[in-house]
């Protein structure tokens, strides 16, 4: 019998699921090895009527360069009765598996250092190499290096942002954005920064004080004033739905009469809510309550750009990805995510030394708020109230322009 390597893929999806399981399948084909597609994530692992596909080259041919994922993906998360009774071995010891290769974001990484863990403790022969995937561009990886998928869907989301920044233009209105990142706002940024968003509001601007509801609303209305007294009448704001998961914003919003459902892995599933329709609703009660003449839409940025094709970025770094799979493995390596520097040199991470050590987990890479991407986007592309902004705030009737003062909001 062959040898053989599995493939899963976790989590949600994002550009370049394909492109890399497929590259996967290709280079391990052509190296002789049996290539076998598990469907449903990690719950194919913890059943014993696992779905099953093999992957020969045809099939990889046509799915590489596609969005979305040929393999179906889940959340499931294994508990610790799941590893002790419901691991698959069999499905390893029956078609002679060599390899399990991982592809997912933090919490597939998590999972897959348990995995690792747990099979190295019961002297299993079965290698485990992870993929970094995450739109989210939150997986601790060297040089700021990105995940997979990041730069596509931020391609995809400043094609949006931009044309609805000429919608704003055009119809004197602002459109309120809201992007994805749950716990990292490097989409939300990245997606601001290359539209010349006036205004992107992120978990990690609030470095020197509480976040909160109210400090969100000001500073998206620090910018609108500035517009104003700048005689611009229009603008959009990118705001990350990770605010939502301070426990503060979260309690706030509660409050507010906005229900959140927990997917397995404690996570408040804020797809099933428009944060964008949240805080646009916030933000006109303020333009009432302040008497400011301003017309607002809300605009989602979520789960369209999840699933489309890669850019050639994506496609040449999961190519990459998956060749450096190969590489580790046949270097004996395991236990570990492949990681690929900007020269193409392969190298592990070992989830081990990666995770937290009290809770096992994978820690997410969150947006440094000091360094050079976002301090100049605040400091040249950003517009919001300062201090020399005072007096052309209060002709516009605003009797209290310190409270929308940019700095003064962030205590920066």
């Not at 992957?55 to 979305?68: E, P, S």
């Not at 976002?374 to 009797?399: P, V």
Request: hydrophobic share 35%.
């Amino acid at each position: 019998m062959k040898d053989a390597v599995i493939i899963l893929c976790g989590g949600g999806p994002a550009p370049g699921m394909n492109s890399v399981s497929m590259s996967v399948a290709k280079t391990f084909l052509s190296k002789g090895y049996r290539v076998i597609g598990l469907h449903g994530g990690y719950s194919g692992l913890f059943s014993k009527n696992a779905r099953t596909e093999d992957l020969d080259f045809f099939k990889a041919d046509r799915y590489w360069n596609r969005g979305g994922s040929y393999l179906e993906m889940s959340r499931f998360k294994p508990t610790d009765k799941d590893f002790e009774e419901n691991f698959n071995l069999d499905l390893f010891k029956d078609n002679n598996i060599k390899l399990l290769v991982t592809i997912g974001g933090d919490d597939t990484a998590s999972t897959a250092n348990r995995i690792s863990k747990f099979l190295a403790a019961k002297n299993y022969p079965i290698a485990n190499i992870h993929c970094p995937k995450t739109i989210d561009n939150d997986l601790p990886l060297p040089a700021n290096a990105p995940t997979f998928g990041y730069n596509s869907a931020k391609n995809e989301g400043a094609h949006l942002a931009k044309t609805i920044y000429e919608d704003a233009r055009t119809s004197g209105n602002w459109l309120i954005i809201s992007a994805m990142g749950r716990t990292c706002g490097s989409l939300a940024l990245g997606i601001g920064e290359a539209t010349h968003c006036p205004m992107t509001i992120i978990p990690e601007m609030f470095n020197k004080t509480e976040m909160t509801l109210e400090k969100i609303i000001r500073l998206s209305i620090s910018a609108i004033l500035k517009r104003k007294i700048m005689g611009i009448n229009y603008g959009t704001i990118v705001a990350a739905e990770g605010l939502f998961h301070d426990d503060g914003v979260a309690k706030e919003a509660v409050a507010a009469g906005i229900h959140f459902t927990y997917d397995d892995h404690g996570h408040p599933e804020l797809g099933k809510i428009s944060k964008a329709v949240l805080f646009n609703d916030l933000l006109e009660k303020e333009f009432k309550k302040i008497g400011l003449k301003v017309k607002s839409r809300p605009v989602e940025i979520g789960y369209d750009v999840r699933c489309q094709d890669p850019v050639a970025y994506d496609l040449t770094y999961c190519t990459e990805l998956a060749m450096g799979v190969y590489q580790l493995f046949s270097e004996g390596k395991t236990g570990c995510m492949v990681y690929v520097d900007a020269y193409g040199n392969v190298s592990p991470l070992y989830l081990s030394e990666l995770q937290d050590p009290e809770t096992g987990k994978i820690p997410p890479r969150v947006v440094d708020i000091n360094a050079g991407t976002a301090q100049n986007y605040y400091n040249y592309i950003a517009h919001y109230i300062t201090e020399d902004d005072y007096a052309a705030a209060k002709e516009l009737g605003i009797e209290n322009p310190e409270m929308y003062d940019f700095k003064k909001i962030l205590e920066w």
